[in-house]
Nanobody, 115 residues
């Protein structure tokens, strides 16, 4: 299974970005899909995830600014990020969980929020 993330970049505070993560090579039903992020010197933290039935969960720090969605036909998860803040600067990693609970990870995409 491979996950390819895209959509990161440099954006000014208050700006928006949309991250995408497409999974390929899976021959099983995907359970959760989601995003973590890790800033330099900090632990990796959960940003958001979405279950196979569409339920979502967000970190308190991003609620109201970030929306997660998925396209099951394309095995793709999206992260729409609005009103970005400098503290959102991180490497964002997507993942998916298979039926046995094993987690697969993408390589990460850099998001930098700076003026």
């Amino acid at each position: 299974v491979q996950l390819q993330a895209s959509g990161g970049g440099l954006v000014q505070p208050g700006g928006s970005l949309r991250l995408s993560c497409a999974a390929s090579g899976s021959r099983f039903s995907i359970k959760d899909m989601g995003w973590y992020r890790q800033a330099p010197g900090r632990q990796r933290e959960l940003v958001a995830y979405i279950t196979d039935d569409g339920s979502t969960n967000y970190a308190d720090s991003v609620k109201g600014r970030i929306t997660i969605s998925r396209d099951n036909a394309r095995n793709t998860v999206y992260l729409q990020m609005n009103n970005l803040k400098p503290e959102d600067t991180s490497v964002y990693y997507c993942y998916l969980t298979g039926p046995a609970g094993y987690r697969y990870w993408g390589r990460g995409t850099q998001v930098t929020v700076s003026s």
